[in-house]
């Protein structure tokens, strides 16, 4: 699917109590289109009593549904019912989630669309492959643990990937056989309500997938203070992620997954053996999605001797770019989500040009034809490490380039005082590639690419201000699980 007509595609707005669509509210606010920077739809914004009511029905369905307490194999099943819908549900859902956001069609419909169904069938084979474990006890007594679904989860995911990380959240929730209330971001909200009506069709009883909408400061707040959500998932800024541990913290204690912001390195030793392969993973590691990723490979350290070779096929990859609405054929570059955060990104920009940095490309706004805000992908070069540009997450196609001579130079730019989440290591040494592994304080670190793999069985997440706990792998799944220590005594 490489494009749409923009006016063409139905917007059914609300949120999702239940198992059906409930368009109640006292507050509305516009939803923006990023490829035009117009309005197209308004949204009801949920306050704390809406918030309840889902939460309230999401316990209830827990308690009385018996997804909690069904054959495992069955959740499975339910889960691979509703991949399959959503993989059918394409021609629906790419546009959906094109519109609003700022993935280009032909990557909502070849990715994030499939990836959001192989991330419920992978989830689903989770449901019947887990359970507890027998102790070593006296013979007198039989020791076990077992475990169970936490209850409500609830769930906040950011505007930069709707479905799919909404889907990082839902599949394994759901799969350990809880409920689950979704905030989407109300900048991209209308993607996640279609997936909750797909849910319903796959046979998740109502109740048990349930999408809330609104902001963070009413709606979000609401849902990570509810009495009855028992555990709370966000995807963000590190700031709100703060606020989020700080609400927890005072109403229950009750646990929290966060992935916050990054401020990732990709380090590239003058022994890579294809310098093209690589300067094209560290194109796409920072203008994939315009830069608007949490992992994004934001800060390039090279090696000096190979420095202005690398950054000579760097700029051309950038410049090829072509920015262009997210329905139109042939976008390669993503609009920025709002004008507000492209002022903010060439104010980063700016100053660190009149702090010295050299501008090798880029460094401005760029009209992509619609209305909405792109900024050209760019490169600052001769950056100083304690620079705003290198300390603070851009959230935009901006790489900064620093140099280093000895393998502990290298690592020591690589650490970051406050982010760990993610970070690239290119290298023929193998011995050097585990080196900086060891050595690297992140989550997340990939040797000669730049990335996650496509099958999830490995975790996400990040250290220090970048995040706690994990997405994804078997540890997402067991995350929304609880142990519970029993101990009999046979001769009792």
């Known amino acids: 699917m490489d494009s749409f007509d923009p006016a063409q595609v139905s917007i059914r707005s609300g949120h999702f109590i239940d198992g059906s669509l409930v368009d109640a509210g006292n507050t509305y606010a516009d939803v923006f289109c990023p490829s035009s920077g117009r309005p197209y739809a308004a949204l009801a914004m949920a306050d704390a009593d809406m918030v309840d009511h889902a939460a309230s029905r999401a316990w209830h369905a827990f308690r009385h549904s018996a997804w909690a307490t069904c054959a495992p194999r069955e959740r499975a099943r339910v889960l691979r019912r509703l991949a399959d819908l959503v993989e059918g549900d394409v021609t629906t859902l790419a546009p959906l989630e094109a519109i609003g956001s700022t993935r280009p069609v032909r990557d909502a419909a070849a ?224 609009p920025i989500i709002s004008a507000a955060q492209a002022q903010r990104i060439g104010g980063l920009v700016d100053r660190a040009g009149s702090a010295g940095a050299d501008v090798v490309c880029g460094g401005k706004p760029i009209d992509g034809g619609t209305g909405g805000a792109w900024y050209a992908p760019t490169i600052l070069r001769s950056v100083d490490a304690h620079a705003e540009i290198v300390r603070e997450e851009v959230f935009g196609p901006v790489l900064t380039v620093q140099t280093f001579t000895t393998e502990e130079e290298a690592l020591q730019l690589a650490q970051h005082e406050d982010y760990g989440l993610a970070a690239g290591v290119h290298t023929a040494n193998l011995g050097r590639a585990m080196r900086m592994v060891r050595g690297i304080d992140a989550g997340n670190v990939w040797v000669n690419r730049y990335g996650r793999s496509s099958d999830f069985v490995l975790p996400t997440g990040g250290f220090k201000r970048s995040g706690l706990g994990k997405d994804l792998g078997r540890q997402a799944f067991e995350a929304n699980l609880r142990s519970k220590a029993v101990l009999i005594d046979l001769n009792g």
């Open 111 to 334: 990715w994030d669309v499939p990836y959001t169904a192989e991330c419920l069938r992978f989830y689903a084979e989770h449901a019947d492959k887990h359970g507890g474990e027998v102790a070593a006890t006296d013979p007198s007594l039989l020791g076990m643990t077992i475990t169970e679904p936490i209850g409500v989860v609830g769930a906040i995911a950011p505007w930069n990937f709707p479905l799919v990380m909404a889907i990082w959240k839902a599949a394994p929730a759901l799969a350990a056989g809880n409920a689950i209330v979704i905030k989407p971001s109300e900048m991209t909200p209308f993607s996640v309500l279609r997936l909750a009506e797909l849910a319903i069709q796959a046979g998740v009883p109502a109740g048990i997938f349930n999408v809330v909408q609104g902001d963070g400061r009413v709606t979000g707040d609401a849902l990570v203070r509810h009495p009855r959500v028992g555990k709370v998932t966000f995807t963000g800024s590190t700031r709100t992620g703060a606020a989020i541990m700080t609400a927890c913290a005072q109403t229950g204690t009750k646990p929290v997954t966060l992935e916050l912001g990054g401020k990732s390195p990709q380090v590239v030793f003058s022994d890579v053996p294809d310098l093209d392969a690589v300067a094209r993973r560290i194109a796409m590691g920072i203008t994939g999605n315009a830069g608007q990723v949490c992992n994004a490979g934001s800060r390039l350290l090279v090696e000096a001797g190979i420095a202005d070779a690398l950054i000579e096929r760097l700029a051309p990859i950038f410049g090829a770019l072509r920015p262009g609405a997210t329905w139109a054929a042939g976008t390669t570059l993503s």
